[in-house]
């Protein structure tokens, strides 16, 4: 089992459209959690960090399911300028030095 | 000025040349970090380094040689580098403590080895 999984997509949605993203992980002892924004040839960019009380930011909703080992990313009122891709970030072992990033899930939002 | 700065942006080189990939943070952050990003791959970790020093060396072939100098700069020297070498090389920052502390990356380097 990889140690953070995410659904590659992509995931086309039209403008207006609510989605929502999911990411497994493998250690049951992770201590953060985090959704990361890439847009095509760029750096990553924080999104939002995932609290165990679940928390939203505008459009944005992240919730974790510690008893299932995921975390979700829902997106309502998709725009276009959401297109990109969105990783899921993990902190598997307690220490800043290992977030285990996930694959990333691409989302191309059309008209 | 931006948080964290790469230079160069993109770099072409031969497997006989050598090169440095430099980063630069100005977030007052105590931790900087090398990822790779190769297509179709997660992101890989290859160094960290936390207060200068170097904390994490995630099995990276010798032909990788970080340096930190101080906390607000980091370098990555390259030499007799292979294809497979080819992909983005993301520098991050972060606090370095409390561990939740999320990373801040550059815009990265695009290396092409040819």
Known sequence: ?111 | ETGVTQTPRHLVMGMTNKKSLKCEQHLGHNAMYWYKQSAKKPLELMFVYNFKEQTENNSVPSRFSPECPNSSHLFLHLHTLQPEDSALYLCASSQGTPDNSPLHFGNGTRLTVT
């Open chain 1, 1 to 111: 089992r990889k140690e953070v999984e995410q659904d590659p997509g992509p995931f086309n949605v039209p403008e207006g459209a609510t989605v929502a993203f999911n990411c497994t992980y493998s250690n049951s002892a992770s201590q953060s959690f985090f959704w990361y924004r890439q847009d095509c040839r760029k750096e990553p960019k924080l999104l939002m960090s995932v609290y165990s009380s679940g928390n939203e930011d505008g459009r944005f909703t992240a919730q974790l399911n510690r008893a299932s080992q995921y975390i979700s990313l829902l997106i309502r009122d998709s725009k276009l300028s959401d297109s990109a891709t969105y990783l899921c970030v993990v902190n598997m072992y307690g220490t800043a030095s290992k977030l285990t990033f996930g694959t990333g899930t691409r989302l191309q939002v059309t008209l």
